[in-house]
């Protein structure tokens, strides 16, 4: 059974920095697409990057490239955010996500394995 659990968010001052952590289990990572994606209140599930397990491809959403960077370990079944230069509109709820195929997109209709979400706030 797959599960996804996130952790590392918090709270942070604007220009402030970040890294989120997904762990994964019940499957091995070497062939999936993993993501992450966040809600903000009131707000649609958005798409932020992802990444191929098998040859580290990625795709970010244009409203955080050159700001985060999706990685991930295949030894440790793990999926990172690190999040620099962030906004207040960078608050939401952040969501890993995993699909057994190898092909990028942030859609997340795409994608059938979700965490609980982790909460990140930036205010100052």
């Known amino acids: 059974q797959v599960q996804l659990a996130e952790s590392g968010g918090g709270l942070v001052q604007p220009g402030g920095s970040l890294r989120l952590s997904c762990a994964a289990s019940g499957f091995v990572l070497n062939y999936y697409t993993l993501a992450w994606f966040r809600q903000a209140p009131g707000k649609e599930r958005e798409g932020v990057a992802c990444i191929t397990t098998s040859d580290g491809s990625t795709l970010y959403a244009d409203s955080v490239k050159g700001r985060f960077t999706i990685s991930r370990d295949n030894a440790k079944n793990t999926l990172y955010l690190q999040m620099k230069d962030l906004k207040p509109e960078d608050t939401a709820v952040y969501y890993c996500?995993?699909?057994?195929?190898?092909?990028?997109?942030?859609?997340?209709?795409?994608?059938?394995?979700w965490g609980q979400g982790t909460q990140v706030a930036v205010s100052s």
């Open positions: 996500a995993a699909h057994d195929w190898a092909r990028l997109s942030i859609s997340s209709a795409d994608y059938p394995f």
